[in-house]
């Protein structure tokens, strides 16, 4: 029962280094999204996703871009990194419910941008 | 527009004792309201929801929540503290915002049990 999958686990990267976070969900769920995670701050919403091909912003979008290009799979890119992107990355899903859907969180992604 | 305060960012309590973490809303439509917790190094796991229907919500492990909408709270309570209750909780509302259900979360509260 796999659920939600973020892989890699942890990474450290270099200023101005790209790299891709994959986020693999089994559910079927048709909403994914990504999250990230700072101390005091909660989680915000970085993009989310309706459906295959489809991608929206969140809350912080800046800086990073995302890819659905299967319904399973939810990608999320960052280009050239930057200090500031040092944070916790969760990958969620969820189904097209009307009301009140559960979210589902994978166990996070922990990035460090020297 | 919609927004969650968690009051108090650390809480402590003793074993055995009880564990209350506030959380007040703000939401322009009939709101969802959830509970989730963190453990070190772990994602997050739904500890209970609120769907419009009964107002007293119980949830895992012994965690329980009431929403009160006068008071705009959902306050999670558990009647006796364990040491594997330490752990961080997120209180967080759902709204509908463009084509897709997004949850706006509190900023947390730490919770730890002391023996």
């Known amino acids: 029962n796999a659920g939600v999958t973020q892989t890699p686990k942890f990474r450290v990267l270099k200023t101005g280094q790209s790299m891709t976070l994959l986020c693999a969900q089994d559910?079927?769920?048709?909403?994914m999204y990504w999250y990230r995670q700072d101390p005091g701050m909660g989680l915000r919403l970085i993009h989310y996703?309706?459906?295959?091909?489809?991608?929206a912003k969140g809350e912080v979008p800046d800086g990073y871009n995302v890819s659905r290009l299967k319904k399973q799979n939810f990608l999320l890119g960052l280009e050239s990194a930057a200090p500031s992107q040092t944070s916790v990355y969760f990958c969620a899903s969820s189904s097209r419910q009307t009301s009140g859907n559960t979210i589902y969180f994978g166990e996070g992604s922990w990035l460090t941008v020297v | 527009a919609q927004s969650v305060t968690q009051l108090g960012s650390h809480v402590s309590v003793s074993e055995g004792a009880l564990v209350l973490l506030r959380c007040n809303y703000s939401s322009s439509v009939p709101p969802y309201l959830f509970w989730y917790v963190q453990y070190p190094n772990q994602g997050l796991q739904l500890l209970l929801k609120?769907?419009?229907?009964?107002?007293l919500v119980k949830g895992i492990n012994g965690f329980e929540a009431e929403f009160k909408k006068s008071e705009t709270s959902f306050h999670l309570t558990k009647p006796s503290a364990h040491m594997s209750d330490a752990a961080e909780y997120f209180c967080a509302v759902s709204g509908y915002s463009g084509s897709a259900r997004q949850l706006t979360f509190g900023s947390g509260t730490q919770l730890t049990v002391l023996p």
């Open positions: 609120y769907t419009s229907a009964a107002t």
């Open positions: 559910m079927n769920h048709e909403y």
């Open positions: 996703s309706v459906g295959e091909g489809t991608t």
